[in-house]
C-alpha cells in the first residue's frame, strides 16, 4: 500500500515537472511564434499573391508565381544573388582569415592584455547604422580622410567616390561590415586559442616543429569546432545585413549593392509591393536554410574521417 | 636552440607589435574620428588637409544637438524601448532557458531548436507580414509594436545563453531546497535566479544592445518622428539628400554610442564570456 503511493507520488512528480517545464516556456514560445514563425508563414503565403498596400484592404489573390517570375526575368534576383554572395563571402573569409591570423600573433602574454582586448571590442558596441555614417564620412569623396591619407600616400591619384563608384560601393560596404564585426570574431578565435593546451606546442617545439607545422597541425585542428560556429554564426549574420547597406547606399549605385536584404525592402516598402518583396524573403529563407543544412552536413562528415 | 630563438626574437618582436598597432588603428580610428570631427567647426571639418588632432575644443555641435528636443526625444525613445525589451525578453528568456535546462523532454529539445532556427529567418520577411498584421491590430505606429517585435527577436538568442548558462550551474543548491521542501516556482526564483546573475546580466546586456542597435523594425513598423527611436531618427534627420552637416552627425553618433560603451566597459566580463562561451562550446 505504501510503496504504491509512493510510486504514484512519483509518477505525480514526474508529471508535474513536465507540466512547469511547459508552463515556463509559455512567455518565450508565445512570442516567438505570433511574432517570428507566424509572420514569417505569412510572408511565405504573401509571395504567392498580389499583395500590395496601395490596393488597399482587398483580400489579396494568388498571382500563379508572378513574383517570382517578375524577379528572376528582370534580373533583379540574379543580380541580388550575386551581390549577396559576394559580401557574405567576402566579409566572411576576410572575418575568419583576419581573425585568426591576429589572434594567433597576439596570443601571449602581454601587458594590459585585458585593456587591449575591450578596447579592441568597441566597433562591435558601436550601433550598426552610426557605424554607417562613421564610415561615409571617412569615405566622403571631397573632404574624407580616406581620400586624404591614400592621395598622401601615392596609392591613388584622383580622390575616389568610394561608394557612388560602380566598382568600389561593394568594397566600401564590406570594409564597414568588417569593421564592426571583426572585433568579435578576434574575441572568440582568441578565446579558442586559449582553450588549446600550452603543453601541445611545448612538445611540438621540442620536436623541432617549425612555425607552420604547429600552426597547421596544432592550431587550425584545435580550432576547428569554433571556426565552424563562427563561420555559421557570421554567414547567417551577414545574409541578415540591411541597415548597413541601406545607409551607406541604399542598394545603388545601379544596384551594384542590391542584397537580397536591401532588394526585399525596396520592393516592400518602396514599391510597396509585399508580394514581390516577401518572395525575395522567401527566396533568401531557402538559400540560407540550404546553406545551414550544407554546411553542418559536411562539416559533421570531415569530422569522422 | 638558442641560436635558432635568438634569431628569431627580434622580428617577431616586430611583426607582433605592427599587428597589434595596425589592428588597433583599424579598429580605433572611426571611433576617434567620430569625436574628433564632433568637436570641430565646420571650418575645420572642410579643410584640407583635415586636422589630425583639433587644437581647441568647439562645442558648438553639442550646444545644436541638446538643444534639439527632437534628438532627446530620440534618444529617450531608444532608451525606453531598449529597457523595456529588455526585461520582458530577459523575463521570458530566464523560463525558458531554466526549463531547458532543469526540465529537459522531447518538447523542450524540439522548442529549443526551434527558438535556434529563427536565427536563419529573413528579418524583413518577418517585418512584411508583422506590418500588415499590425495594420489590422492597430499596432502600427505604436512602443507597444516595437517592443513585442523586438522582444521576440532576442528571446532565442537570450534563451541559448542562459541555458548554457544554467547548465554550468551546479544543481546541488536546488536539490536541496527540493529537500527541505521547498517548491518548484520558489526554487527557481529564490535560488536559481540569484545564483545566475551573471548570466543574466550577460543575457540582458545582449537583449540592450540588440533592442538599442534595431533599425529596420523601427524604419517599418514606426511613422510619425514623434514615437522614431536613435537610427531611423539619426539617418531620417540628419542624414540630408545632398550635403550632411557631418559636425552635427558625428555628435549625435557620440551621442548613440557612448552609453554602450559605458555599459560595456562596466559590464564586459559578463558579457565577453557570456557570448565567448557559446561559441567556443558550440
Not at chain 2, 523595456?84 to 522531447?106: D, I, M, N
Not at chain 2, 544554467?166 to 535560488?191: C, H, K, N, Q, Y
Amino acid at each position: 500500500m505504501k510503496i504504491t503511493h509512493a510510486l504514484s507520488e512519483k509518477l505525480n512528480a514526474k508529471t508535474k515537472d513536465r507540466i512547469f517545464g511547459l508552463l515556463l516556456m509559455v512567455p518565450a514560445v508565445a512570442f516567438v511564434s505570433i511574432l517570428i514563425f507566424l509572420p514569417v508563414a505569412q510572408s511565405v503565403g504573401m509571395s504567392f499573391t498580389d499583395y500590395t498596400l496601395s490596393r488597399g484592404q482587398g483580400t489579396p489573390d494568388w498571382n500563379s508565381f508572378e513574383n517570382y517570375t517578375y524577379l528572376a526575368e528582370s534580373g533583379a534576383l540574379w543580380n541580388s544573388l550575386r551581390v549577396t554572395a559576394v559580401f557574405v563571402v567576402g566579409v566572411v573569409t576576410a572575418l575568419v582569415v583576419m581573425a585568426i591570423i591576429i589572434a594567433v600573433a597576439l596570443n601571449q602574454a602581454l601587458p594590459g592584455r585585458r585593456l587591449l582586448r575591450s578596447v579592441a571590442l568597441l566597433p562591435w558596441v558601436t550601433p550598426t547604422v552610426i557605424g554607417a555614417l562613421l564610415w561615409m564620412w571617412i569615405l566622403q569623396p571631397q573632404y574624407g580622410v580616406m581620400n586624404y591619407m591614400l592621395t598622401t600616400v601615392g596609392l591613388i591619384e584622383e580622390p575616389i567616390s568610394w561608394l557612388a563608384n560602380v566598382d568600389w560601393a561593394l568594397p566600401s560596404v564590406m570594409a564597414a561590415a568588417f569593421w564592426r564585426q571583426f572585433p568579435f570574431m578576434f574575441v572568440v578565435v582568441l578565446a579558442g586559442l586559449q582553450g588549446i593546451p600550452r603543453e601541445m606546442y611545448e612538445s611540438a617545439m621540442i620536436d623541432g616543429a617549425s612555425f607552420l607545422r604547429r600552426f597547421f597541425s596544432i592550431t587550425l585542428p584545435l580550432l576547428r569546432n569554433v571556426i565552424r560556429v563562427v563561420i555559421l554564426m557570421s554567414v547567417i549574420m551577414n545574409f541578415r545585413q540591411f541597415p548597413l547597406v541601406w545607409t551607406m547606399t541604399g542598394g545603388g549605385p545601379i544596384d551594384r549593392t542590391m542584397t537580397l536584404a536591401v532588394l526585399s525592402y525596396r520592393q516592400s516598402f518602396v514599391n510597396l509591393n509585399f508580394g514581390r518583396g516577401a518572395a525575395v524573403a522567401t527566396i533568401w529563407l531557402l538559400v540560407v536554410l540550404v546553406f545551414s543544412i550544407v554546411f553542418t552536413k559536411l562539416f559533421k562528415a570531415r569530422e569522422y574521417e | 636552440m638558442s641560436v635558432a630563438s635568438t634569431r628569431n626574437v627580434i622580428p617577431q618582436r616586430t611583426i607582433f607589435y605592427l599587428m597589434l598597432i595596425l589592428f588597433l588603428g583599424v579598429m580605433l580610428f572611426p571611433l576617434y574620428w567620430m569625436f574628433v570631427t564632433s568637436v570641430k567647426p565646420n571650418i575645420e571639418i572642410f579643410r584640407v588637409p583635415p586636422e589630425m588632432i583639433p587644437k581647441s575644443v568647439f562645442p558648438g555641435h553639442y550646444q545644436d544637438v541638446l538643444s534639439s528636443s527632437h534628438f532627446i526625444r530620440y534618444l529617450w525613445n531608444n532608451f525606453a524601448v531598449s529597457a523595456l525589451v529588455t526585461v520582458v525578453g530577459l523575463l521570458s528568456a530566464t523560463l525558458a532557458g531554466y526549463a531547458f535546462s532543469r526540465y529537459p523532454s522531447k518538447i523542450t529539445v524540439i522548442i529549443s531548436f526551434g527558438l535556434l532556427s529563427t536565427q536563419m529567418f529573413p528579418v524583413i520577411g518577418i517585418v512584411i507580414a508583422l506590418y500588415a498584421l499590425y495594420l489590422g491590430l492597430g499596432l502600427l505606429n505604436t512602443h507597444t509594436g516595437l517592443v513585442v517585435a523586438l522582444v521576440a527577436s532576442v528571446i532565442p538568442f537570450a534563451t541559448w545563453m542562459l541555458k548554457g548558462f544554467f547548465d554550468e550551474m551546479p544543481r546541488s543548491i536546488e536539490e536541496s531546497a527540493f529537500v527541505d521542501g521547498a517548491g518548484r516556482f520558489t526554487v527557481l526564483w529564490r535560488i536559481a535566479v540569484p545564483l545566475a546573475k551573471p548570466g543574466l546580466l550577460a543575457a540582458g546586456l545582449y537583449s540592450f544592445m540588440l533592442a538599442w542597435d534595431d533599425f529596420l523594425f523601427a524604419l517599418t513598423l514606426i511613422r510619425s518622428d514623434a514615437l522614431r527611436t536613435l537610427s531611423v531618427g539619426i539617418s531620417l534627420r540628419y542624414l540630408g539628400e545632398v550635403a550632411y552637416d557631418w559636425g552635427q552627425v558625428t555628435t549625435v553618433s557620440v551621442f548613440g554610442t557612448v552609453p554602450m560603451f559605458i555599459l560595456f566597459f562596466i559590464f564586459q566580463k559578463y558579457l565577453v564570456e557570456g557570448l565567448t562561451a557559446g561559441a567556443v562550446k558550440g
